[in-house]
C-alpha cells in the first residue's frame, strides 16, 4: 500500500541533544513537509521541499534542519537550538505544491 | 496576514442530528481551500479540496461548501465513528506567478457525536 511513513512513533530528547524524526513516502510524490501541531493551535509550517536537493523555509524554521537527497526521503532534525520541541512532528507529501497534501501519522517529541 | 479561523472550538451532536462546521478566512489570492479529518493520535485524513466559490463536494454524511470568504462542512445524520477533529487550511502562492503553496490551518473543530 502507498502511503508516509513516520518513525518512530514516540522519541524523548534529552536536553542539548540532536533528534532525527524519520519520513519516508513511496507515493512517488515530489513535494514532501513538515509540520509543527501543538495542543489549541494549528499546524504550522517548519520545512518543505519542491524537489529533491532543494528545500525552503517555513514559517517556523528555527531550531530545525532539513535534508531532501531521495526523493522519498525528508528526515527533520530537531536541534538543541529548539527551545521549546515538545510537539506532535507531522510530515506530508503531495504531487506538486497545489495539490492536496497527504499526512503521515506523525511523530510524538517529548522532553526528558 | 493570511488567517483562517474555524467554530465552534467544540461542538457535541447526538447520533442522527445534522449540524454544520464553518471555516472563515481572510487571504491574499486563495487557490484551494482544504479539509481534513484527525482522529487522536493520527495524522489529517484528507477529505475534500475546494477551488472556487459556488462548489460543492460531498463524501458519504460529509457535504463541503465554499463561499468567498468561508467554507462550511454539513455533516448529516452523524454516527458515533464520524467524532474527530476536522481542520480547514487554506492555500496561497508563496510568491506571485510562483509555483510554491503554503497550506495555513485552522486550530480545527472537535466533533463528538453520542449515541
Known amino acids: 500500500d502507498g502511503g508516509i511513513t513516520q518513525s518512530p512513533k514516540y522519541l524523548f530528547r534529552k536536553e542539548g541533544q540532536n533528534v532525527t524524526l524519520s519520513c519516508e513516502q513511496n507515493?512517488?510524490?515530489?513535494?514532501m513537509y513538515w509540520y509543527r501541531q501543538d495542543p489549541g493551535q494549528g499546524l504550522r509550517l517548519i520545512y518543505y521541499?519542491?524537489?529533491?536537493?532543494?528545500?525552503q523555509k517555513g514559517d517556523i524554521a528555527e531550531g530545525y534542519s532539513v535534508s531532501r537527497e531521495k526523493k522519498e526521503s525528508f528526515p527533520l532534525t530537531v536541534t538543541s537550538a529548539q527551545k521549546n520541541p515538545t510537539a506532535f512532528y507531522l510530515c506530508?507529501?503531495?504531487?506538486?505544491?497545489?495539490?492536496?497534501?497527504?499526512f503521515g501519522d506523525g511523530t510524538r517529541l517529548s522532553i526528558l | 496576514e493570511d488567517q483562517v479561523t474555524q467554530s465552534p472550538e467544540a461542538l457535541r451532536l447526538q447520533e442522527g442530528e445534522s449540524s454544520s462546521l464553518n471555516c472563515s478566512y481572510t487571504?491574499?489570492?486563495?487557490?484551494?481551500l482544504f479539509w481534513y479529518r484527525q482522529d487522536p493520535g493520527k495524522g489529517p485524513e484528507f477529505l475534500f479540496t475546494?477551488?472556487?466559490a459556488g462548489e460543492e463536494k460531498e463524501k458519504e454524511r460529509l457535504k463541503a461548501t465554499l463561499t468567498k470568504k468561508e467554507s462550511f462542512l454539513h455533516i448529516t445524520a452523524p454516527k458515533p465513528e464520524d467524532s474527530a477533529t476536522y481542520l480547514c487550511?487554506?492555500?496561497?502562492?508563496?510568491?506571485?506567478?510562483?509555483?510554491?503553496?503554503?497550506?495555513?490551518f485552522g486550530k480545527g473543530t472537535l466533533l463528538t457525536v453520542n449515541p
Open positions: 507515493l512517488n510524490h515530489d513535494a
Open positions: 487550511a487554506v492555500q496561497v502562492a508563496l510568491y506571485s506567478g510562483g509555483s510554491n503553496y503554503k497550506l495555513t
Open positions: 475546494l477551488y472556487s
Open positions: 487571504v491574499s489570492g486563495l487557490r484551494g
Open positions: 506530508a507529501s503531495s504531487w506538486t505544491g497545489n495539490q492536496p497534501q497527504h
Open positions: 521541499s519542491q524537489i529533491v536537493n532543494d528545500f
